[in-house]
C-alpha cells in the first residue's frame, strides 16, 4: 500500500504523494477499515483478559472454602443454582470449544495466568499495530486533503 523502501513516516509520505486522489481514498479507506478492525480485537482480547482475572480471583476464592460449603454455582450469566462445595482441591478448566479438564487449584490459577499473559502480549502488539495503522491513516487522509485544495478552483 503505502509502504516504501525508505524508513520511517516522512518515506511512507513522499510515497502516498505519488498516489492518485482515488488510490489516497482507497488507502485511507481501507487503513480506516483495518483500525476498526484492530480496535474491536483489541476490545475482544480486553474482555477476555478481565473474565480471566475474575476466573482467576474465583480459584484462589473457592480453594479457600471448606468442603460442604453451600453456595450458588452459575449455569449461565444470569442463572444459579443451589449446590454443595464436594472437592476444593479440583476444578474444570474450560480449554476450549466445550471441552474440559480437570485441573488441582495451583493449576487451574496457572493455566488463567498463562493465558492472561498472553492475551497481555496479544493486546501490546495489536496496539502498535494499530497505532501504524492509524499514522498511516492520517498521512493519507492529509495528503489527500492537500490534493484535492490543489484540484479545486481558488475563488
Known sequence: MASSKG???AAATV???KLSVEQLKAVKEQTDLEVNLLRDSLNNIRTATARLGAASTAVTDLSLCPRGKKMLVPLTASLYVRGTLDDADKVLV???TGYYVEKTMAEGKDY???KINLLQSNYDQLLDVAAKKKTISDEAGAVLQAKLRQL???A
Open 112 to 114: 488463567c495466568e498463562r
Open 94 to 96: 474450560d480449554i476450549g
Open 7 to 9: 524508513s520511517g513516516p
Open 152 to 154: 479545486s478552483p481558488t
Open 15 to 17: 510515497e502516498l504523494e
